[in-house]
């Protein structure tokens, strides 16, 4: 874009939109949880520009003018998702659709609601909290928006008992690449092409979500087994039992060792288990009744911690930072010689796996395979990171989708779509976005910046190709990892940077963020910001001075999904920063003044205390 272009666009929204120009804070919008080196090199991951519409007229006024000028748009939530889907590929817009979060319209009687997209799932919950009434189902990452959600996954807490996202919500509201909106009905043959398309065919602006009354109980058991296939045979016997649990989930003994780490107590067994929610009295006795004998009880206060845990998933403690995960919907049949295979290949590449799955209906699990690597050991993280799509692959064999597409797993989208549906989505993209403008260049097929030289590596034959190759290299690979290279003494500061896993859920407790709006405030870019520090890059006065908009209240320590020690952090890159730059005194004290005169951090803290004064973890007791 030229400069009379973007004069023109910042002409035309006017006050209605937030523009951010600054190169840092468009840098900020380059990335989403993902870690894979390359991509900076394979597409321009930085925005030209990034905008946060106030309003639907203004969002409509950006995407008429993307959409004349050709202007690639790269719609994003919250950025908890890691294929790259929020990540831009060309030169262009990120739409940030932070401020398009209001509660619209609750309708009692019919039980629905109303939202726009950007709002988060744990901003609905807490709304629907004094009315009595509860989500149907709802992502781990709680922090996540609607319109992510719509866009990505959509199993999740509850997917058991309510099934697919497309069946909680009743109608959308989309703005199309034409810039007219048009409202889409879940009774029409089209709705279901919005979900987990990635934002291919429209802004998702609205979504009426249908509700339930407000549980009266939660009633978690969890049950060890002695192995995978145990805890499966479980998991069948109780779904034919055809009880009304809301939710079943099963970790595997390795993930409940990590959850040991972070307790900091051996309390809970390292085997297998399944962890079943209840929300009626009766239904956990009839529970109970069929648990009897076919496993061990652990103590309800484990359970109940184990359950409080869904919204933490990423909790670990082991000694590396970067969580690599492969994701698939697989027949609940097959999951165990899935399991089985794909753990003899980690195995042999001396990875260990952590097994998670949501069991998400009568037929199919939601398996997530996560391994521990390291980003700064460069070469044994490319060996890791290949690991992801071999299990992806290896999942196809045992009737397996892979969840989310994004830029990373558009080699398998033939896989994940069947062909008449693929084509009907060509279609329709080519029918609503002929300009292609939004998020360009994924989920069809993948096009790099160089000439798409590159981008042949994703077309999904050589893909496979490839593939093939990196598991017959298995045993090298293996070799080439298994000598452990140890890191230096580090600082925490380095070590909070380099394990925070960017997945933004300190963003939504941090009044900072809050009051200020300002990307570079939230803990994760501060951690960012960080690690440019400490592997001596650049940075501005400017960008230094607005790490010291903190107010050190720890909520989002309270939050992280990575357990990590965050204030001591701010504490430490503070004054790293005032020794280099030296501390922006009025730049503070403007910023408790307007924390002070802000409604909505005072509303946020008289929300938020008993949230605070939550115990961080039960009373140890012995197993
Ligand atoms: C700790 C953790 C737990 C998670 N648990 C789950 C889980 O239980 N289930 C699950 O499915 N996923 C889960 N995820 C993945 C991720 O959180 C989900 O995909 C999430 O819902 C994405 O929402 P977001 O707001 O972060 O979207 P983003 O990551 O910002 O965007 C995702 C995609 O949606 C598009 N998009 C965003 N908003 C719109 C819109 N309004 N209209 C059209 N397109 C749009 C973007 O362009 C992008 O392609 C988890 C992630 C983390 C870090
Ligand atoms: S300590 Fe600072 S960064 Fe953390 S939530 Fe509070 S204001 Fe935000
Ligand atoms: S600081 Fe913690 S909560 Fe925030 S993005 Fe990093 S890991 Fe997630």
């Not at 008429?64 to 690639?72: H, L």
């Not at 939601?366 to 700064?376: C, K, N, P």
């Not at 963020?513 to 400017?542: F, H, M, Q, R, W």
């Amino acid at each position: 874009m030229d400069e009379n272009l973007k004069a023109r666009l910042k002409g035309l929204i006017g006050s209605d939109a937030r523009v951010i120009e600054g190169e840092f804070e468009r840098e900020l919008y380059s990335r989403d949880i993902g870690e894979v080196p390359f991509t900076k090199r394979l597409f321009h991951t930085t925005p030209e520009l990034v905008i946060l519409p106030k309003s639907v007229e203004a969002l409509q006024k950006i995407v008429q003018f993307a959409n004349e000028e050709k202007v690639a748009l790269f719609p994003r939530g919250s950025v908890s998702s890691g294929l790259g889907g929020a990540v831009p590929t060309v030169k262009g817009i990120v739409l940030d659709l932070s401020f398009m979060n209001k509660i619209v319209e609750l309708n009692e009687e019919k039980e629905t609601l109303k939202v726009q997209t950007g709002v988060r799932w744990s901003e609905i919950e807490s709304f629907l909290q004094s009315e009595n009434l509860s989500l149907r189902a709802y992502p781990s990452s709680f922090f996540s928006t609607v319109g992510g959600w719509i866009a990505t996954g959509g199993y999740g807490i509850g997917s058991y008992r309510f099934g697919h996202l497309k069946y909680q919500i009743e109608s959308i509201e989309v703005l199309f690449p034409s810039g007219t909106v048009g409202s889409v009905n879940s009774g029409e043959e089209k709705f279901a092409r919005f979900f987990g398309t990635e934002g291919q065919f429209g802004i998702v602006l609205t979504a009426t979500l249908k509700l339930r009354k407000k549980p009266e109980k939660s009633l978690p058991h969890m049950i060890y087994s002695e192995s995978a296939e145990d805890a499966f045979n479980f998991i069948k016997d109780l779904i034919k039992e055809d009880l009304k649990i809301y939710h079943i989930r099963y970790l595997d003994a390795s993930h409940l060792e990590e959850a040991n780490a972070v307790l900091g107590d051996g309390l809970l067994g390292a085997k297998d288990a399944v962890l079943v929610e209840s929300e009626e009295v009766a239904e956990e006795t009839r529970f109970l009744d069929f648990a009897e004998g076919r496993g061990s009880l652990a103590d309800d206060y484990l359970s109940n911690y184990l359950w409080h845990e869904r919204l933490f998933p990423m909790k670990r403690r082991g000694g590396k930072p970067t969580p690599l995960a492969s994701e698939l919907v697989i027949p609940i049949e097959n999951t165990v010689p899935y399991l089985n295979a794909a753990k003899r290949i980690a195995e042999r590449r001396g990875v260990e796996i952590q097994v998670e799955s949501h069991i998400v209906g009568k037929e199919k699990a939601l398996l997530m395979l996560t391994h521990m690597a390291d980003v700064r050991d460069s070469k044994a993280y490319l060996i890791h990171i290949t690991l992801v799509p071999v299990l992806t692959r290896l999942g196809l064999k045992f009737g397996g989708v892979p969840y989310g597409v994004g830029i990373w797993n558009t080699p398998f989208i033939k896989d994940k779509c069947e062909k008449k549906r693929f084509e009907i989505y060509k279609t329709y993209k080519s029918e609503v976005d002929p300009r292609n403008i939004l998020n360009p260049h994924k989920f069809f097929a993948v096009r790099t910046k160089w000439a798409n030289i590159r981008g042949i590596t994703f077309k999904p034959l050589v893909f496979r190709l490839l593939i093939q190759l990196a598991t017959l290299a298995t045993p090298i690979f293996g070799k080439l990892t298994r000598p452990k290279e140890e890191f230096k003494e580090e600082s925490l500061l380095e070590k909070t940077a380099y394990s925070c896993i960017k997945c933004g859920s300190c963003a939504t407790v941090c009044p900072a963020y809050l009051v200020t709006n300002e990307e570079l405030v939230t803990p994760k870019n501060k951690l960012y910001l960080a690690k440019k520090l400490l592997d001596g890059e650049e940075i501005s006065k400017s960008d230094s001075d607005k790490v010291f908009l903190c107010t050190h209240c720890g909520m989002c320590r309270e939050v992280c999904q990575n357990d990590l020690d965050l204030v001591a952090a701010w504490t430490e890159l503070e004054k790293m920063l005032a020794d280099r730059f030296g501390k922006p005194k009025e730049a503070i004290k403007d910023f408790v003044s307007a924390i002070e005169s802000s409604d909505d951090y005072w509303r946020f803290v008289y929300a938020n205390l008993s949230f605070k004064n939550l115990p961080k973890k039960p009373l140890a007791r012995t197993f």
